[in-house]
């Protein structure tokens, strides 16, 4: 993640959408539970070296959400407000989320994974679309950051076998 500003009196806001396409070689509906399972969505998502985690609450149906707030080596608290928007079983997940550090807004994105077979595997093709403010937060950053979770999802799925 980009380094975080100071609240700005700046009040700007850069529309962005990116996508990632990631072939995994796990069936879909195992990338599919990656993405539904609280356990598991805690280990690749949320947990990792330097984090201290201060509440992870998840519930994965339409309408239910996941509440992420952590910091990074004593850094700042971050914070995810997220809603599923649209659950289609080992097909798609449609989610809304907001993103802040400590009272500054990040971010407030849509965003859709949707899972289809390739092979014996997954073709993950994951699309966000992002209201990033007041230059504190870039669609490119996202986008990093974004790559790296995918990463994180791969090595679950490989150690999950």
């Known amino acids: 993640m980009n380094q975080i500003a100071p609240v700005n009196d700046q009040h700007s806001v850069i529309h962005s959408t990116f996508s990632i396409e990631r072939t995994y070689p796990q ?3 195992r990338v599919f539970f990656a993405f539904a399972d609280k356990a598991t969505v805690r280990r690749w998502r949320v947990d990792g070296d330097g984090f201290t985690i201060a509440e992870f609450t998840f519930d994965f149906r339409v309408g239910g959400g996941e509440v992420s707030r952590f910091s990074h080596q004593g850094g700042p608290e971050i914070r995810l407000d997220a809603q599923f928007q ?4 080992d097909r798609r997940i449609v989610f809304s989320y907001r993103m802040a550090v400590g009272p500054q807004p990040l971010s407030a994105s849509l965003t859709t994974v949707e899972l289809a077979p390739s092979g014996d595997g997954t073709r993950l ?6 209201a990033f403010f007041d230059g504190v ?3 490119q950053g996202r986008e990093e950051g974004t790559r790296g979770l995918l990463r994180a999802l791969a090595a679950e799925l490989q150690n999950a076998q």
Do not use: F
């Open 137 to 139: 937060d870039s669609a």
């Open 125 to 130: 093709t994951y699309t966000e679309q992002g």
């Open 86 to 89: 649209d659950i289609v079983p």
């Open 27 to 29: 069936s879909p509906e």
